[in-house]
C-alpha cells in the first residue's frame, strides 16, 4: 500500500508538481544526550539558509516569491505560509534553532539547507492512507499545541486521513495527533516540489536527507516520487 495518495483535484491546480517522500521504520528517536550534534546541524544548515536571502526586502527572494505566488492558488487561512517561509524568516531575523527531536532535526536542516519545505508524520497514528488533494471542508484538525479544533477550509489543500486533516495549506500546519515524537517509530516525511524549477533542489534535498537519517539514526528509508502521470 502507498504511504501517500496524490488526489486527482491537486494535479488539476498543480500539473507540474512532483511530492518526494521517505518513509522510515524503526528509529529510535531519542536525542541520547547527543543534543550537541543536532545543534551543531542546525546552526551549520541555518548559515547555508543565507544563500536564500540575497535580496533586502525579505519577500523579494525567490524562495518566498514563488511560495507566496503557490499560496494564492488554493484557499487558505489569512496569513497561511509555506514552512520554509517561516524557516527562512527565523534566520533572516537573526533567530536561533533549538533542537526539538532527531527527526525533526535532520528535516528542519535539510530544509534550511536546500531552501524546500518538509515536514513529517508518525505512520501509527494515521488512520487508514494519507491523501494529499482539496478539502471538502470541517475536515476536524487539532493543530500543534492546541487543544481547539480548528477545521480544514472548504478548496484548502491538505494531507488528510480517514480521521481528518493531517496537515493544512500544503505544509503550512502540522496536526497534534500525527506529529513526529520521541515515542516515533516508523514516520514519512514529505518534501514538496511545485514548479518544475524547484525538482532538483528537491530531489538533492530528498537524498540528502535519506543519508542523514542513516548517519545519525542507523536506518534506511525508501524514497518514492510522485507525478501526475503515475499510475
Not at 65 to 91: C, D, M, N, P
Request: aromatic share 8%; net charge negative; hydrophobic share 35%.
Amino acid at each position: 500500500m502507498k504511504p501517500l495518495i496524490v488526489d486527482s483535484d491537486f494535479w488539476e491546480i498543480f500539473p507540474e508538481a512532483q511530492i518526494f517522500t521517505l518513509v522510515v521504520r524503526d528509529i529510535n528517536n531519542h536525542t541520547n544526550g547527543q543534543n550537541e550534534k543536532y545543534q551543531n546541524l542546525l546552526n551549520s544548515s541555518a548559515e547555508k539558509a543565507h544563500n536564500f536571502l540575497v535580496e533586502e526586502d525579505f519577500k523579494d527572494n525567490n524562495v518566498i516569491a514563488e511560495w507566496r505566488s503557490i499560496f494564492t492558488k488554493f484557499k487558505k487561512k489569512k496569513g497561511a505560509r509555506s514552512s520554509i517561509e517561516a524557516l527562512l524568516k527565523r534566520v533572516s531575523q537573526g533567530k536561533d534553532f533549538a533542537p526539538i527531536s532527531p527527526l525533526v532535526d535532520i528535516y528542519n536542516s535539510v530544509s534550511l539547507a536546500y531552501g524546500v519545505p518538509c515536514g513529517g508524520e508518525d505512520l501509527e497514528n494515521i488512520k487508514g492512507t494519507m491523501h494529499l488533494g482539496l478539502a471538502s471542508g470541517g475536515e476536524m484538525f487539532y493543530p500543534l499545541g492546541s487543544n481547539e479544533n480548528d477545521p480544514a477550509l472548504t478548496q484548502e489543500i491538505i494531507y488528510y486521513d480517514e480521521e481528518g486533516a493531517i496537515c493544512r495549506s500544503l505544509n503550512w500546519r502540522d496536526a497534534q495527533r500525527t506529529m513526529l515524537t520521541d515515542k516515533t517509530k516508523n514516520a514519512i516525511l514529505v518534501i514538496e516540489s511545485i514548479m518544475p524549477d524547484q525538482r532538483n533542489r528537491s530531489l538533492e534535498a530528498i537524498q540528502e536527507l535519506k543519508r542523514k537519517i542513516e548517519d545519525n539514526l542507523g536506518v534506511a528509508g525508501t524514497i518514492s516520487i510522485l507525478s501526475k502521470n503515475d499510475d
